[in-house]
């Protein structure tokens, strides 16, 4: 079993920046890759970024590529979101998931574990 927790949410003015914290036990994090995920009201949720379990190789959604930064410490069990230059569109719940397969997945089901989830509001 894996537990994941997120931290780091709040409110912030269009234009600041965030920082995501996802804490994982119950398994090897370094051996999984790990994703971002977000939900809007009403919507669906949707990939943010991914990170393999080296950290080399990433996935950006378009909407947040050059303004977010996945990275991960496997020596802590920690994943990260910076995310930058915030934009009221961005406006969700985040989570973190956990994929036991290897390739980089950007679709939530195929993620096998996730996080409660850390509200972020962007004001205008």
């Known amino acids: 079993q894996v537990q994941l927790v997120e931290s780091g949410g709040g409110l912030v003015q269009a234009g600041g920046s965030l920082r995501l914290s996802c804490a994982a036990s119950?398994?090897?994090?370094?051996?999984?890759?790990m994703g971002w995920f977000r939900q809007a009201p009403g919507k669906e949720r949707e990939i943010v970024a991914a990170i393999n379990w080296s950290g080399r190789s990433t996935y950006y959604a378009d909407s947040v590529k050059g303004r977010f930064t996945i990275s991960r410490d496997n020596a802590k069990n920690t994943l990260y979101l910076q995310m930058n230059s915030l934009k009221p569109e961005d406006t969700a719940v985040y989570y973190c998931?956990?994929?036991?397969?290897?390739?980089?997945?950007?679709?939530?089901?195929?993620?096998?574990?996730w996080g409660q989830g850390t509200q972020v509001t962007v004001s205008s």
């Open positions: 119950g398994r090897t994090f370094s051996n999984y890759v």
């Open positions: 998931a956990l994929d036991r397969a290897m390739p980089l997945q950007t679709t939530p089901r195929a993620y096998d574990y």
